[in-house]
């Protein structure tokens, strides 16, 4: 079983849209957790970290629910500019930061 | 925040030959990752290199094939070597800042293909 698991997509979804995406991670020690975008050719960009108590950043909502070792990004009113893929990122060890990514999720908004 | 100048940003080179990819981190941070992402695939961390000590690589990476300097606390090469098409990806370096909620810093990336 990968460490960190997410559906790869691509949700295909019209502006407007609200989509959500999940991951899951194996480790029950994990301690940090992020969702990072990646347009296409360029390199990741921290989107927003994931807390406990859940958080907002305008349209981005995220969760995490460390009993089922699940994290969950949502968009609302999806933009055209959404359009990336979407990386679940966990910190697996304690101590330092090594950064484990999943595979990713596709987004793709139409007009 | 940490800027990173990652060079080449892309490269075509023969089988049987090496490349040394180079970054450069416009602030001192402890430690610095590699990772290498296939197409339509995660990142894979290779190794992590640490200023002053040997790097740490991760299982299916060995350093004779991915030799790593860190020669300072702002700078870090990784070469492939002896390079074959399967070795064809994109080469990222990363480092980390903050403590209690760190972010990862990635250069631009590296796109290698390998003929």
């Known amino acids: 079983r990968k460490e960190v698991e997410q559906d790869p997509g691509p949700f295909n979804v019209p502006e407007g849209a609200t989509v959500a995406f999940n991951c899951t991670y194996s480790n029950s020690a994990s301690q940090s957790f992020f969702w990072y975008r990646q347009d296409c050719r360029k390199e990741p960009k921290l989107l927003m970290s994931?807390?406990?108590s859940g958080n907002e950043d305008g349209r981005f909502t995220a969760q995490l629910n460390r009993a089922s070792q699940y994290i969950s990004l949502l968009i609302r009113d999806s933009k055209l500019s959404d359009s990336a893929t979407y990386l679940c990122?966990?910190?697996?060890?304690?101590?330092?930061?090594?950064?484990?990514f999943g595979r990713g999720t596709s987004l793709i908004v139409h007009p | 925040s940490a800027v990173i100048s990652q060079k080449p940003s892309r490269d075509i080179c023969q089988r049987g030959t090496s490349l040394t990819i180079q970054c450069q981190v416009d602030?001192?941070?402890?430690?610095m990752f590699w990772y290498r992402q296939q197409p339509g695939q995660s990142l894979t961390l290779i190794a992590t290199?640490?200023?002053?000590?040997?790097?740490?690589?991760e299982s299916g990476f060995v350093i004779d094939k991915f030799p790593i300097s860190r020669p300072n606390l702002t700078f870090s090469t990784l070469t492939v070597s002896n390079m074959s098409p399967e070795d064809s990806s994109i080469y990222l370096c990363?480092?980390?800042?903050?403590?209690?909620?760190?972010?990862?810093?990635f250069g631009q990336g590296t796109r290698l293909t390998v003929v």
């Open positions: 990122v966990v910190n697996i060890s304690g101590g330092s930061y090594i950064p484990t």
């Open positions: 990363s480092v980390e800042t903050g403590v209690k909620s760190p972010e990862a810093f």
């Open positions: 994931v807390y406990s």
């Open positions: 290199a640490n200023q002053g000590s040997e790097a740490t690589y």
């Open positions: 602030s001192q941070v402890t430690m």
